[in-house]
Structure formats: C-alpha cells, structure tokens
C-alpha cells in the first residue's frame, strides 16, 4: 500500500538542521511552532525573543521556550508542538494555511507491512 497523503514543507528535516539554526538563532529572527493534533498541520511563525545557550533553550515571543538541540517545546517535550526551520517552504505553507490543513504527513513512511 502506497502512502497517498501529502507531505509537510517540513517533513525531511532532522534534529541536526534544527539546531543548527536555533543554536545560532539571534533575537529578533523568525521562528516557526509546527502544531500536529487531531490530524490538523499548522506552522505558526513567531519572533525570537531571547536565547540561553547555556540551558540550551530559544524562547519565542508568544510561544514559551523550545529546546535548541531538537526543538522540542521546553514545558511538554513529549508533546506535538515544536520548532521547525522556517525554509521558504514553510513559510509559504503558513502564508496559505494560516489555520491549518487536514492530511498531511510530518513523517515519511517506513514501507512497513501492515502500517
């Protein structure tokens, strides 16, 4: 069985090119919350207001505290909200859906049988 729903702008970008960018990330640059519930993809973009490199933590205005090393939500890490790389891609994305779209994939399939 093929996977027939349409990818996120950011489904091939891994915890490295996310740190990358907020581990350098300066107050004032754009920052983008990726939300995933009840099967709804929304990025909402935000400005960085502030960094603590050495907790390791990007606090967006308006958004709370994500973690730079993978740009998971600082209060709840295990949650679906986190940092993304905010590529041309996703921008546009925001731009288009700014309240969310149904269907989309932020993981690509692993060919499993039976998934």
């Known amino acids: 069985m093929q996977h ?10 891994t915890e490295q090119d996310i740190e ?13 919350v990726r939300h995933t519930q009840g099967g709804v993809l929304q990025y909402r973009v935000y400005e960085i207001e502030g960094t603590n490199p050495s907790r390791g933590r990007v606090y967006a205005r308006q958004a ?4 730079m090393k993978h740009g998971r939500n ?12 905010p590529t041309a891609a996703v921008l546009a994305w925001a731009k ?7 269907g989309y994939s ?5 060919g499993l049988i039976g998934r």
């Open 4 to 13: 027939t729903r349409s990818v996120s702008p950011c489904i091939d970008q």
């Open 20 to 32: 990358a960018y907020y581990r350098h990330a300066e107050v004032g640059q754009v920052a983008v």
């Open 64 to 67: 709370g505290a994500f973690y």
């Open 74 to 85: 600082c209060f709840h890490p295990k949650g679906q909200t986190t940092f993304v790389v």
């Open 96 to 102: 288009e859906y700014p309240q969310g779209g149904l």
């Open 106 to 110: 932020v993981y690509r399939s692993t």
